[in-house]
């Protein structure tokens, strides 16, 4: 089956192969759940129309399908469209990224991939303004937006999310692109230099500069652990689809902000997915990791066997603190194990010149935790506090 | 034909999905199925902006009967303008 599903979604299908596959599939309704679920069903569905040996039925259920898909990104862009201009009219520069923008990108139209969200990056002094003003376009947000002021949060956390539940839209905002190690300094700003604009409906729309949309696709795959095959879709075609990548900037920046691994991961896998032609200097450092290689391996062995989900907690720690052994051990636990979460940062609310006192309380609910877990206080999978 | 200026309503979108043209008004949460003549049309109407110059362009485009082509996009433009997705300029 997945055989089928990464040949629709290669840059140039091969005919036999898509026959070949398609002639073996028995269970259309788990190749239509596995496309949905790895957000490629558009894609999918584009090549599978004009596959013989896939039935007629088979071709009119992924049509109604797919429409619907189409339908919700069209409600999806136009909000987003919306949500620019009335930010755009306030004077506040808005970076859109992902979703539809992508999509135009990539696809030369809105409908070729799925999105569940939008995604924009703002400055992070108008965080608190842009959630004001949103929330007379219907968005809502969980917290007061004077928290949103908080500098202890906007160090610590890199975006929020904000729901229109009228309109049953997402809307992510970032106002940082990379974590870098827990207390290390990102210069952002640089980021955001040579912006490029996509045009959507005429519209000129501001996005990343292809370099760090690059390096934002497969270091967030990589932290994601590779298991939407649309993710690894996305870099093959931006890859092939821009000749002027400047991938030596690109690993200045992953080295900047220590995150080579992830950058170096994430193109093994598109390299072993779709044979994506990343420059071969850089693939030789790669093939000369054994540690990138593996894991690149494992994780592309567990899409091929539709096990990619199957991914517990403890394997997702081990790929993040195991790739990553040009930092020190101490310095890897702690980024993945003691960054406050917005929940902390919202539930402990300290002064800013108190931040030191976070990780002095985050400290004591793990130990906590784990006296509570080790005398059955508390139950290990929900949480809960038991009888005693 | 009669120069009829108009404006399309900055809510709509449109997409092609697979062979249908599809309009999306987000004022109105409303979708519209376009035919491979309507989808010519519209696109030729973001173009003008003028029911005149679209006309001009069909004529020259096509082979069409002059008074076939101008009832057929008056009544197109009445259809658009009635569920908001362009608005007549009144001077």
Known sequence: ?388 | MESRHYTISSTVLLQTVDDETLLYDSSTELFFGLNEVGALLWESMQQHQNLRSVYEEMLSAFDVEPERLESDLQAFAEALSAQGLITFDTN
């Open chain 1, 1 to 388: 089956m997945y055989d089928l599903l990464i040949e629709c979604c290669s840059h140039t299908p091969d005919p036999f192969k898509l026959e070949t596959f398609a002639a073996t599939i028995t269970d259309w309704n788990a190749f239509h759940e596995s496309a949905y679920a790895h957000g490629v069903y558009p894609l999918v569905y584009d090549v599978l129309k004009g596959i013989t040996n896939v039935p007629e039925n088979v071709k009119t259920f992924f049509k109604k399908h797919n429409r619907e898909i189409a339908a919700l990104n069209m409600r999806m862009t136009a909000e987003l469209l919306a949500v620019t201009r009335q930010l755009g009219a306030h004077g506040i520069d808005v970076f859109a990224f992902k979703g539809p923008v992508l999509s135009q990108m990539l696809y030369g139209g809105v409908v070729q991939r799925q999105y569940a969200d939008l995604d924009i990056l703002i400055d992070e002094h108008v965080l608190s303004e842009c959630v004001e003003l949103l929330s007379a376009h219907g968005y809502e947000y969980e917290h007061p937006s004077g928290f949103l002021k908080n500098r202890f949060l906007l160090r610590n956390v890199k975006d929020i999310v904000i729901t229109n539940q009228k309109k049953s839209v997402h809307l992510e905002i970032h106002w940082k692109l990379f974590m870098g190690r827990l207390f290390q300094k990102v210069d952002h700003k640089r980021l955001l230099d040579g912006p490029r604009r996509v045009l959507i409906q005429e519209e000129p729309i501001m996005t990343l500069n292809t370099n760090v949309l690059m390096l934002y696709l497969l270091s967030h795959g990589s932290k994601h652990l590779w298991e939407r095959l649309e993710w690894i879709a996305d870099i093959d075609r931006l890859c092939r689809m821009e000749p002027d990548i400047e991938w030596n900037r690109i690993e200045m920046m992953a080295d900047e902000m220590e995150i080579r691994p992830f950058l170096f991961l994430g193109m093994e896998v598109c390299r072993q997915v779709f044979d994506t032609p990343f420059p071969t200097d850089i693939m030789q450092k790669i093939r000369n990791d054994q540690r990138i290689v593996s894991a690149a391996s494992i994780l592309c062995d567990r899409i091929r066997a539709d096990r990619i989900h199957d991914i517990d907690e403890y394997m997702e720690n081990y790929f993040y603190l195991g790739i990553n052994a040009s930092i020190p051990w101490v310095s890897r636990v702690l980024s993945r194990f003691y960054r406050p979460s917005i929940h902390d940062i919202y539930t402990i609310n300290l002064p800013d010149r108190l931040w030191p006192l976070y990780y002095v309380i985050l400290t004591w609910r793990v130990v906590k935790t784990q006296i509570a877990l080790r005398l059955g206080w508390m139950d290990g999978k929900t949480g809960r506090k038991g009888t005693q």
